[in-house]
């Protein structure tokens, strides 16, 4: 980790912020400082838009085979450096290293599948209608690019928005999240390592995000935002790309339903609850929010997932045998235990876990609520932690009304063993993804992301470059 760069990543060169700042990333399973990056400001930003702006034009014209050999070749670094990179996440993220080596090989395959794609990007040509002109049909990168990554993924967001910008021929500037920058700044030096030109990637670690992004959305240069993080950021953003009819794509908030009915396969059922939930913590935009367990099943459901939650190993994520690392910081823990008391307050019963442990570290118990109140403030918010709540229902159309009854549509789980009730519930669930007997949606062949205000447009899949590219249409007349 001594190695690990810390200054912001411009036109190529590892430079200090203008005026010097730095910040501190802490490792939440101690609290302690285990470094201090650089802390950029608007100068550092605009000096970034600089790089990326010159940079664009030629980076534009080479040939897709040369962008995809560096997005091949930084696919193998990645993985070739697994163990070094989950190091690295578990110090700045808390997640347990069997976890975090499982996100580098998921951040890693963004890189393979997106160096496929950047050497089958085609447009179209033909004769219109009219018999009179033909249409030509080519497809250009969009332009520079401002990519905002959250902490929860410090490496796969940042490769779910590089790779595909990269295979498109745009340029970019990365803004990862101050609690997280070590992965984003060991990315670049990947990059570079692989052969990406100067200036085609620049990033900017900031703890004053707001100073620096507003400048470079309304300014024009930047053409296009692809934003990763809270649906309250995600329309501030949108609102400041208005000025300049920025481009976006919005990856934001989640609130899933997680709906078991009476004929599921309640192994199947508690397995992927614990994927759902348990992966990354419960800090996942796919996290199961609520759970929706048919009546007649409710008890034995709760019994088991109970069971289960309360065997997992809670601690730092470094340590042999761990399941559970802490929260990323005392903020989300004191929000996930507000919530908690909330919904027991309101009549929910603990099954298992509830209680914050003593000691150093943001760390919170696997806990299951039952018979929890549709009142309850977990309802309507991301709960962002460990912790499953439980209602029930009695019938199909009832759970279908509930599950849609939010503002957000990244994602729903679904579990039965019946081929027309999981055809029939998934097309009026409205959500951007099912996953229909398991608990694990996410993979860079598929098109990753959601609807209503979970977001705007898809991350990977053959779908994912199309946010970096832009149609042009030359009409020529027949003669
Ligand atoms: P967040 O507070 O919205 O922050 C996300 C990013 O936006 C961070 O880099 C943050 O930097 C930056 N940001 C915040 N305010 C900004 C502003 N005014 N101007 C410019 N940038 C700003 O979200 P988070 O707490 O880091 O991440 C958790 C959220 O991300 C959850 O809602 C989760 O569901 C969502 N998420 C969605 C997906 C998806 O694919 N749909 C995936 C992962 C996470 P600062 O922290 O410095 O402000």
């Known amino acids: 980790m001594t190695d690990t760069p810390t200054q912001l990543f411009i036109g190529g060169a590892w430079v200090d912020a203008v005026d010097g700042a730095t910040l501190p990333v802490d490792d939440p399973a101690t609290g302690e400082i285990i470094a201090h990056v650089a802390d950029a400001g608007p100068k550092d930003a605009r000096l970034a838009e600089d790089a990326a702006v010159q940079a664009q034009q030629e980076w534009a014209r080479t040939a897709p085979r040369a962008r995809s050999e560096i997005l091949r070749r930084a696919h193998e670094i990645i993985l070739e450096r697994t163990d070094e990179l989950a190091h690295l996440m578990t110090a700045e993220m808390g997640k347990p290293l069997a976890e975090a080596r499982g996100e580098v090989a998921y951040a890693a395959e963004f890189f393979r599948w997106f160096s496929e794609e950047a050497v089958r990007i ?30 929860n993924f410090p490496l796969a967001m940042g490769t779910r928005k590089i790779g595909p910008a990269i295979a498109a021929g745009c340029t970019m500037i990365l803004k990862p999240a101050p609690q997280t920058p070590l992965s984003s700044l060991a990315l670049a030096g990947i990059l570079k390592e692989a052969g990406l030109p100067d200036g085609v990637l620049n990033v900017v670690t900031t703890s004053r995000a707001g100073e620096v992004v507003e400048p470079l959305l309304r300014g024009g240069r930047i053409r296009k935002l692809s934003f990763t993080g809270s649906t309250a950021v995600g329309r501030l953003l949108l609102a400041q790309c208005a000025d300049a009819v920025v481009r976006t794509s919005m990856e934001l908030g989640g609130n ?216 042009q249409y030359l009409a020529v007349p027949v003669s």
């Open 256 to 471: 899933a339903p997680f709906v078991v009915f009476e004929d599921a396969d309640l192994d199947k059922a508690v397995d992927g609850a614990m994927v759902a939930k348990m992966r990354n913590m419960g800090e996942a935009c796919t996290a199961a929010n609520r759970f929706f367990v048919h009546r007649s099943v409710a008890e034995e459901f709760g019994r088991r997932l109970a069971e289960r939650m309360g065997s997992l190993v809670v601690g730092p994520g470094t340590r042999d045998g761990v399941d559970v690392g802490p929260l990323i910081d005392a903020n989300g823990r004191a929000k996930v235990e507000e919530l908690v008391a909330d919904a027991v307050q309101r009549g929910a019963e603990v099954l298992v876990g509830g209680r914050t442990p003593q000691g150093p570290g943001c760390f919170y118990p696997p806990t299951v609520l039952a018979d929890v109140d549709p009142e309850s403030r977990l309802m309507d918010t991301e709960i962002f932690g460990p912790v499953a709540a439980i209602l029930t229902f009695d019938d199909e159309d009832e759970v279908v009304r509930r599950a849609n009854d939010t503002p957000w549509g990244l994602v729903g789980y679904l579990f039965t063993e019946g081929l027309d009730r999981a055809l029939r519930v998934s097309e009026r669930l409205e959500v951007g993804m099912v996953g229909l007997n398991t608990g694990l949606v996410s993979n860079p062949a598929a098109p990753f992301g959601g609807v209503k205000q979970s977001g705007l447009g898809r991350e990977g899949g053959r779908v994912g470059i199309d946010e970096f590219l832009e149609y």
């Open 122 to 151: 085609e447009g179209g040509a033909g004769i219109l209608p009219d018999g009179r002109n033909r249409m030509v049909l080519s497809r250009r990168p969009v332009g520079p690019c401002l990519l905002i990554t959250p902490w």
